[in-house]
Nanobody, 120 residues
Framework: QVQLVESGGGLVQAGGSLRLSCAAS????????MGWYRQAPGNQREFVAG???????NYAPSVKGRFTISRDNAKNTVYLQMNSLKPEDTAVYYC??????????????WGQGTQVTVSS
Protein backbone atom coordinates (compact mmCIF):
# COMPACT_ATOMS: atom_id res chain seq x y z
CA GLN A 1 0.00 0.00 0.00
CA VAL A 2 1.00 3.63 -0.48
CA GLN A 3 0.24 6.59 1.77
CA LEU A 4 0.49 10.30 1.09
CA VAL A 5 0.72 12.47 4.20
CA GLU A 6 0.34 16.22 3.90
CA SER A 7 1.37 18.88 6.40
CA GLY A 8 1.86 22.61 6.62
CA GLY A 9 -1.65 23.98 6.31
CA GLY A 10 -3.05 26.59 8.65
CA LEU A 11 -4.44 30.08 9.07
CA VAL A 12 -2.60 33.04 7.57
CA GLN A 13 -3.40 36.64 6.79
CA ALA A 14 -3.73 37.85 3.23
CA GLY A 15 -0.31 38.54 1.77
CA GLY A 16 1.32 35.90 3.92
CA SER A 17 3.02 32.63 3.05
CA LEU A 18 2.66 28.95 3.80
CA ARG A 19 4.61 25.88 2.74
CA LEU A 20 2.83 22.59 2.26
CA SER A 21 4.61 19.24 2.26
CA CYS A 22 3.47 15.83 1.09
CA ALA A 23 5.48 12.69 1.78
CA ALA A 24 4.76 9.43 0.00
CA SER A 25 5.61 6.13 1.67
CA UNK A 26 4.95 2.44 1.22
CA UNK A 27 5.37 0.07 -1.68
CA UNK A 28 6.95 2.54 -4.12
CA UNK A 29 9.21 1.62 -7.02
CA UNK A 30 9.18 5.12 -8.47
CA UNK A 31 6.94 8.17 -8.71
CA UNK A 32 6.00 9.82 -11.96
CA UNK A 33 4.06 13.05 -11.54
CA MET A 34 3.24 14.66 -8.22
CA GLY A 35 0.94 17.57 -7.79
CA TRP A 36 -1.40 19.66 -5.70
CA TYR A 37 -5.13 20.22 -6.04
CA ARG A 38 -7.55 22.20 -3.92
CA GLN A 39 -11.23 22.24 -3.13
CA ALA A 40 -13.10 25.15 -1.66
CA PRO A 41 -16.57 24.70 -0.09
CA GLY A 42 -19.19 24.30 -2.77
CA ASN A 43 -16.60 24.00 -5.53
CA GLN A 44 -15.13 21.12 -7.46
CA ARG A 45 -11.59 20.01 -6.82
CA GLU A 46 -9.23 21.96 -9.07
CA PHE A 47 -5.66 21.61 -10.23
CA VAL A 48 -3.14 23.93 -8.58
CA ALA A 49 0.36 22.81 -9.57
CA GLY A 50 2.13 19.75 -10.96
CA UNK A 51 5.67 18.38 -11.27
CA UNK A 52 6.59 15.54 -13.62
CA UNK A 53 9.38 13.10 -12.92
CA UNK A 54 11.41 14.93 -15.55
CA UNK A 55 11.25 18.18 -13.60
CA UNK A 56 8.70 19.98 -15.75
CA UNK A 57 6.25 22.08 -13.74
CA ASN A 58 2.93 23.68 -14.54
CA TYR A 59 0.53 25.88 -12.65
CA ALA A 60 -3.05 27.01 -12.66
CA PRO A 61 -3.27 30.58 -13.99
CA SER A 62 -4.70 31.76 -10.67
CA VAL A 63 -1.54 30.81 -8.76
CA LYS A 64 1.20 31.27 -11.34
CA GLY A 65 3.87 33.63 -10.06
CA ARG A 66 2.77 33.19 -6.44
CA PHE A 67 3.07 29.44 -5.84
CA THR A 68 6.10 27.22 -6.45
CA ILE A 69 6.07 23.44 -6.57
CA SER A 70 9.22 21.45 -5.92
CA ARG A 71 10.21 17.85 -5.27
CA ASP A 72 12.77 15.93 -3.28
CA ASN A 73 12.88 12.63 -5.15
CA ALA A 74 15.15 11.02 -2.56
CA LYS A 75 12.46 11.60 0.06
CA ASN A 76 9.45 11.00 -2.23
CA THR A 77 8.23 14.39 -1.10
CA VAL A 78 6.61 17.27 -2.91
CA TYR A 79 6.31 20.82 -1.60
CA LEU A 80 4.12 23.78 -2.41
CA GLN A 81 5.47 27.19 -1.44
CA MET A 82 2.58 29.62 -1.40
CA ASN A 83 3.34 33.34 -1.30
CA SER A 84 1.15 36.43 -1.54
CA LEU A 85 -1.81 34.41 -0.38
CA LYS A 86 -5.30 35.70 -1.05
CA PRO A 87 -8.62 34.90 0.65
CA GLU A 88 -9.69 33.10 -2.52
CA ASP A 89 -6.85 30.62 -1.96
CA THR A 90 -8.77 29.29 1.04
CA ALA A 91 -9.45 25.60 0.45
CA VAL A 92 -8.52 22.09 1.43
CA TYR A 93 -5.32 21.26 -0.43
CA TYR A 94 -4.76 17.70 -1.61
CA CYS A 95 -1.57 16.02 -2.72
CA UNK A 96 -1.68 13.65 -5.67
CA UNK A 97 0.92 11.19 -6.90
CA UNK A 98 1.22 8.81 -9.82
CA UNK A 99 3.09 5.89 -8.28
CA UNK A 100 4.75 2.94 -9.95
CA UNK A 101 4.68 0.06 -7.48
CA UNK A 102 7.03 -2.92 -7.42
CA UNK A 103 4.67 -4.90 -9.66
CA UNK A 104 5.40 -2.14 -12.24
CA UNK A 105 1.75 -1.15 -12.34
CA UNK A 106 0.92 2.56 -12.05
CA UNK A 107 -1.57 3.81 -9.50
CA UNK A 108 -2.95 7.21 -8.60
CA UNK A 109 -3.06 8.20 -4.93
CA TRP A 110 -4.46 11.11 -2.94
CA GLY A 111 -3.54 12.52 0.43
CA GLN A 112 -6.08 13.22 3.14
CA GLY A 113 -6.01 16.98 2.58
CA THR A 114 -4.79 19.92 4.63
CA GLN A 115 -6.80 23.06 5.32
CA VAL A 116 -5.46 26.43 4.21
CA THR A 117 -7.39 29.47 5.40
CA VAL A 118 -6.46 32.99 4.33
CA SER A 119 -8.07 35.82 6.25
CA SER A 120 -8.62 39.26 4.76
Amino acid sequence: QVQLVESGGGLVQAGGSLRLSCAASGSIFSINAMGWYRQAPGNQREFVAGDTSGGSTNYAPSVKGRFTISRDNAKNTVYLQMNSLKPEDTAVYYCNAEVVRYNRATYNYWGQGTQVTVSS
